[in-house]
Structures are given as structure tokens and as C-alpha cells.
């Protein structure tokens, strides 16, 4: 059966863009400018104090891993902060240039941890946004600290293939991370749905068969519900209709195909659900604001 958190993470095509090996000393404190894109940051060893915009703050420890979708504004900083942070604007600090030092310069790190951003080769990064919460901070996972641990020794001891390595095990940590939020702290939307068993069989049915001429009552029967409750509960979890999900499900996959696999315009409505070419080029065109021709014209491969 289709697992269709493993079709968004393919979509996605993650991979790590590794920025610094962060450490710190003493009292520090440092305010990073927004960023705007997806970024991670992996403890090491130590802790230190994490504060986001618009979100409360959290203490960090060793194996923690925080994933921020879109990445606002936000402060690092020792347990007991130095009293002025250091400003970086993160756009204008070039990545992979060696240690960053926070507070004391010498010495034996009390605190260190890589910080690091998301590169994704596929769909856009708004997708990753919409499926998780602002500040995703995973502790006391087993499975997450292996990974932790696997990505410390990789980024310290680089030997061949390390890159691909890292890309891939980052790539697991996502995974984990959002495997976190399907328990409830996830905003509405995929993860949340997931989370629901009744709605993850529909969703399960949606992903496996995104071609089929699917109705409410018909995925209300695969949840083992009644229409009315199907949809009621549906619209709460994901925060759209089934209809909506459907087709927002649709285009992404569409866009997927034009891109990526060379498709004609007819093959991919034929993939994808649609009868006719005119009915597909008519839905796309309403969703994305332009035709499919002119999509793949401004998006090549």
C-alpha cells in the first residue's frame, strides 16, 4: 500500500547543504536575521538555550535535532546568555567555512552542534512548510540519536562518499522529525491526517490510486465512516476537503511529471485522473495560476 509520507519526501528529493560546526564557550548570546528557507541544527554535545520568533524557547541537549520549516528570526545562546548578542544575517555568512565560535575563542567547546540548511531538488519548500509545525524539536528519540550520532562522526571524520553519506542521513533525520508530528503537534494538513487511523486508510487510498475518480462517499467507506463524518473530520485534520486535498495532491504530482519526466501535456492528465486534456490543462491552470505548457516553459528540468 502507498505510504504518502514516503511520496512527499521523494517529491521533495531533500539533501543537506551543511553550513558550520558550531561551537560555544562560556556566556554567549547570537541573534541570527530571518532566512526565510528550511534549516536544522544538530547537538552534538552540551546545550544551550534556542529561542525562535513567535515561538517559546527551548533548551537543547546532546542528540536533540530542530527543524525549522521556514526559519524566522531567532537567538542561540549559552544557559546563561552574555548580555549583547552578536547580529548575523545568515544570507550574507558564507556556509562550510571551517568552526564557528560562539563566546569564549579558545578552549575546549562546551557546547557543539551543526547548524545547517535544506536544499531540495524537487517540489517547492512551501510543501515541507505546510506540513509541519514552525519549530520541529525532537529529544529523547533513539532513532533520531543514532542518526545524531551517525552524522557527528561523518561531519568531523570525513572520509570518501562522505557527502552523499550526510546527504542521506540528514535526509533520514527529516523523516524522523516529521514521523514526530503525526502524533498532534502537527498543524492541519498530511501529517495530521496521518495521524488520524481512520483517515489515514483514505489517504492511503488517495496516494495509491491518485488516478482514480475518487468520490467523498467512496473514501468515506475506505475510513469506515459516514459521509457527513468522513468530511467533517477530514476538513478539521488536514484543514481542507477531500475534493481539495485531492486535487492540490493532483497538481503537485502533475507538476512532478512535466518537470521531471518529459511527459506530453495528454500522458500526464491521463496519469494523474483526468479525462481529457482541455479538463486537466483547465484545473491546472486554475491551481497554479498559469497553463501547463507555460508552467513547464518557466520550470525546466
Known amino acids: 500500500m502507498s505510504d504518502p509520507l514516503t511520496e512527499v519526501v521523494q517529491l521533495l528529493r531533500p539533501r543537506a547543504v ?12 547570537v541573534r541570527y536575521a530571518q532566512y526565510g528557507q528550511p534549516s536544522f541544527c544538530i547537538m552534538l554535545k552540551g546545550n544551550c538555550r534556542l529561542a525562535v520568533d513567535g515561538h517559546e524557547e527551548v533548551t537543547l541537549g546532546a542528540g536533540d535535532f530542530v527543524l525549522l520549516p521556514s526559519t524566522p528570526a531567532f537567538t542561540i545562546s549559552s544557559l546563561t546568555p ?14 562550510g567555512d571551517g568552526e564557528r565560535r560562539y563566546g569564549m575563542p ?41 542518526l545524531v550520532q551517525m552524522v557527528g562522526e561523518e561531519y568531523l571524520d570525513p572520509r570518501p562518499g562522505h557527502e552523499f553519506m550526510l ?15 503525526t502524533a498532534g503537534s502537527a498543524p492541519p494538513g498530511l ?32 475510513a469506515a465512516l459516514s459521509r ?13 476537503a477531500p475534493m481539495e486535498y485531492l486535487l492540490s495532491w493532483r497538481m503537485a504530482i502533475a507538476k512532478e ?5 518529459g511527459l506530453s501535456v495528454t500522458e500526464v492528465a491521463e496519469r494523474v485522473g483526468y479525462a481529457s486534456t482541455s479538463a486537466f490543462s483547465t484545473a491546472f491552470s486554475r ?13 525546466p528540468a
Open 191 to 222: 501529517l495530521r491526517g496521518l495521524g488520524d487511523e481512520r483517515l489515514a486508510l483514505a489517504l492511503r487510498q488517495i496516494h495509491m490510486r491518485v488516478e482514480h475518480h475518487w468520490t467523498v462517499a467512496q473514501l468515506a467507506d475506505a
Open 106 to 146: 579558545g578552549g575546549e567547546p562546551e557546547m557543539l552542534s551543526l547548524g545547517g540548511a535544506f536544499m531540495f531538488d524537487g517540489a517547492d519548500p512551501e510543501l515541507l512548510v505546510s506540513l509541519l509545525p514552525g519549530v520541529v524539536h525532537v529529544r529523547g528519540s533513539t532513532r533520531l540519536a543514532q
Open 287 to 299: 491551481h497554479m495560476g498559469q497553463s501547463p505548457r507555460q508552467y513547464l516553459r518557466s520550470n
Open 18 to 29: 551543511f553550513a558550520n560546526l558550531i561551537s560555544g564557550r562560556g556566556d554567549y548570546a
Open 167 to 181: 546527504s542521506r542521513l540528514v535526509g533520514m533525520m527529516l523523516v524522523e522529525a516529521m514521523r514526530s508530528t
Open 82 to 95: 552574555a548580555p549583547l548578542p552578536v547580529h548575523i544575517d545568515p544570507k550574507l555568512v558564507p556556509g
Open 257 to 261: 511529471l512535466l518537470r521531471r519526466e
Open 228 to 240: 457527513s463524518a468522513f468530511f467533517d473530520r477530514f476538513t478539521r485534520a488536514v484543514g481542507v
